[in-house]
T-cell receptor, first 109, second 115 residues
Framework: SQKIEQNSEALNIQEGKTATLTCNYT??????LQWYRQDPGRGPVFLLL?????KEKRKERLKVTFDTTLKQSLFHITASQPADSATYLC????????FGPGTRLSVLP | DAGVIQSPRHEVTEMGQEVTLRCKPI?????LFWYRQTMMRGLELLIY????????DSGMPEDRFSAKMPNASFSTLKIQPSEPRDSAVYFC?????????????FGNGTRLTVT
């Protein structure tokens, strides 16, 4: 069956460190993968998109990788700040737009 | 741009009542999505429209749920009759036409509580 998993429900890291979040999928062949941020009481907000033929994408302190062989995407936040605390969701285009369960990131000062 | 606008923000109703959730997508966006989010099941796609036409409603839980998009600037999600297990946050999102790599723009959701 089709499945999207994100590495852990919650991740705590110290301010200034790099946060690494994982998205794994099964029985999908997405042409691209997207990452979103969701704050409490708000809808998800788009951050980055990476296509199947791209290995890596960067935007400011954010970096995304996409390995179609491993069926995995990694999302990195470098020099993390308390303001980066949120839930991060990966999404891919299977038959339609499907989201992973999310990882709640807490950056501790 | 005002973004995707959903109303109401909160809805509390009794079991058996009809509930109507409303959404105004971003002007110029051709695709509209309805999602439901719960702690247990995460963000689930209920239905999506392209150019006002329902493309995939396989996520609609049962006949109690219906969605319409009478024009490009308005959509409704109706639950009749509502049940306590329908309690969740319902999100509407819009994008440029799918399938595409266009990102989804979400509203801030309607928190529905059915007692």
């Amino acid at each position: 069956s089709q499945k999207i998993e994100q590495n852990s429900e919650a991740l705590n890291i110290q301010e200034g460190k790099t946060a690494t979040l994982t998205c794994n999928y099964t029985n999908y062949s997405p042409a691209y993968l997207q990452w979103y941020r969701q704050d409490p009481g708000r809808g998800p907000v788009f951050l980055l998109l990476i296509r199947e033929n791209e290995k890596e994408k960067r935007k400011e302190r954010l970096k995304v990788t996409f390995d179609t062989t491993l069926k995995q995407s990694l999302f990195h936040i470098t020099a993390s700040q308390p303001a980066d605390s949120a839930t991060y969701l990966c999404a891919l285009n299977g038959q339609n737009f499907v989201f992973g369960p999310g990882t709640r990131l807490s950056v501790l000062p | 741009d005002a973004g995707v606008i959903q109303s109401p923000r909160h809805e509390v109703t009794e079991m058996g009542q009809e509930v109507t959730l409303r959404c105004k997508p971003i002007s110029g966006h051709n695709s509209l999505f309805w999602y439901r989010q719960t702690m247990m099941r995460g963000l689930e796609l209920l239905i999506y429209f392209n150019n006002n036409v329902p493309i995939d409603d396989s996520g609609m839980p049962e006949d109690r749920f219906s969605a319409k998009m009478p024009n490009a600037s308005f959509s409704t999600l109706k639950i009749q009759p509502s049940e306590p297990r329908d309690s969740a946050v319902y999100f509407c999102a819009s994008s440029l036409a799918q399938p595409d790599n266009s990102p989804l723009h979400f509203g801030n959701g309607t928190r529905l509580t059915v007692t």
